[in-house]
């Protein structure tokens, strides 16, 4: 099966602009999880989706990142404005259900300048 | 608050040794416990996971680990490590009735011909 698809794999922007990424999930995973991962810490849960509902979403910086999730299938994250400390990868994960095993994709390697 | 602990940053052992890869956690309910592995320049792989039953979870590649609640541990261990065992591990716990997913900063694991 395909598995969890992200892109671009690579963004470069300047500080105070505006990004957006995009995640496909493995087909009938009915959750979808967005994480940033920081060099040398483990990846951190910016907002988990039961198909197009947000389950959580408490860590998500909301003044400037904003996701979703239409029809309840893919996703999109995007930050406005960027900051510097924004630098990270984007993950973009999905499972069949809320407590499955986690798919994730390639990620998305983003660097603010 | 939940939170992972993953006491050191590297692991160091020579092939064919047994491995032990350290984790600790803190849930306020019952915990669904998950190890992920990342290979250089790959994504993050499920490795096993513990929800309920048999303290001794078997996992991929001849990994398993085991949950013990009064420690609050879940190491994962293997009997006789591979150099191809050689990766970055993350250990994962959620909440079962917030479903949160929180990871620790990971381990590298090392093993030396």
């Known amino acids: 099966e395909a598995g969890v698809a992200q892109s671009p794999r690579y963004k470069i922007i300047e500080k105070r602009q505006s990004v957006a990424f995009w995640c496909n999930p493995i087909s009938g995973h009915a959750t979808l999880y967005w994480y940033q991962q920081i060099l040398g810490q483990g990846p951190k849960l910016l907002i988990q989706f039961q198909n197009n509902g947000v389950v959580d979403d408490s860590q998500l910086p909301k003044d400037r990142f904003s996701a979703e999730r239409l029809k309840g299938v893919d996703s999109t994250l995007k930050i406005q404005p960027a900051k510097l400390e924004d630098s990270a990868v984007y993950l973009c994960a999905s499972s069949l259900a809320p407590w499955g095993n986690q798919y994730f994709g390639p990620g998305t390697r983003l660097l603010v300048l | ?113």
């Open chain 2, 1 to 113: 608050a939940q939170s992972v602990a993953q006491p050191e940053d590297q692991v160091n052992v020579a092939e064919g040794n047994p491995l032990t890869v350290k984790c600790t956690y803190s849930v306020s309910g019952n915990p669904y416990l998950f190890w992920y592995v990342q290979y250089p320049n790959r994504g993050l792989q499920f490795l096993l996971k513990y929800i309920t039953g048999d303290n001794l979870v078997k996992g991929s590649y001849g990994f398993e680990a085991e949950f013990n609640k009064s420690q609050t541990s879940f190491h994962l261990k293997k009997p006789s490590a591979l150099v191809s065992d050689s990766a970055l591990y993350f250990c994962a716990v959620r909440d079962t009735n917030a479903g949160k997913s929180t990871f620790g900063d990971g381990t590298t694991l090392t093993v030396k011909p």
